[in-house]
Every structure is written in C-alpha cells, then in structure tokens.
C-alpha cells in the first residue's frame, strides 16, 4: 500500500471542514458556492480545503459550461479503509480473547464460590 497515499489521505480527513465537504459530495457534485453555505468562513477559505481535497485525489473537479462542480473521488477512501482494516481484525481477536478470559474467570469464580457455601461445583 502506498504509504505517501495514506498519509495524504489521512492529512486531508483530519480536519472537521474537509470531512463535512466529502459527506455533502457523497450526496452528489456540488460548486464551491454550494460547499461553502453551510460554513461561516469565506470562499476562498472552503476554496483552499478543496485544494487539500484534491491533491489528496478525495475530489475532482470537471467543468460544466460556467459552473466547475467538485465530486467525491472514493479510491484513496478505499486504500485507507484497507490500511484500517489490519487493525479492525487485530481488536477483534483481542477482544475475543478477553472475553475467552473473562469466562474462564466466571466459572472459576463460579466454582470457588459453590466450594464456599458448600455446594458442588
């Protein structure tokens, strides 16, 4: 996996603002003008998160006579979900491995108390 990819990529998501960008590109393509309302910061501010965007590769830009509408590029999304994904399994194994603990304990403690009070354990 490209590491310069990764890094990139998880530079650009690393800010609320960008985030919110591509969550309201998921929906469909949109203008700078239409990115930049729900935002209180200027244009040209929501301009230059766009350029973070896009040299992550997260957006393009095509041209539709006046307009230049943005749209969601997914591709670098996926290496980074699969980068993810080692660590995914590796939490679920530990986890599994707790609760294996974990009901070695209760029937341990289970049987060290029926001893206590007498019953059979």
């Known amino acids: 996996m490209n590491t310069d990819l990764l890094d990139v990529t998880f530079a650009a998501l690393a800010d609320p ?3 919110a960008i591509l969550t309201r590109l998921a929906a469909g393509e949109a203008t700078v003008t239409e ?3 729900p935002f209180v910061m200027t244009q040209p501010a929501v301009s230059k998160h766009l350029k973070v965007l896009e040299r992550a590769g997260l957006i393009s830009r095509g041209r539709d ?3 230049r509408p943005c ?3 997914a591709r670098p ?3 980074a979900t699969d980068w993810l994904e080692n660590y995914r399994s590796y939490w679920e194994e530990s986890f599994q491995r707790l609760d294996t603990l974990l009901d070695e304990l209760k029937t341990t403690e ?3 108390s029926n001893r206590r009070s007498g019953g059979q354990g």
Request: net charge positive; glycine share 0%.
């Open 35 to 37: 990115l930049a309302a």
């Open 77 to 79: 999304l996926k290496a």
């Open 110 to 112: 289970r049987t060290a």
């Open 17 to 19: 603002t960008r985030r």
């Open 71 to 73: 749209r969601l590029e």
């Open 65 to 67: 006579a006046q307009r």
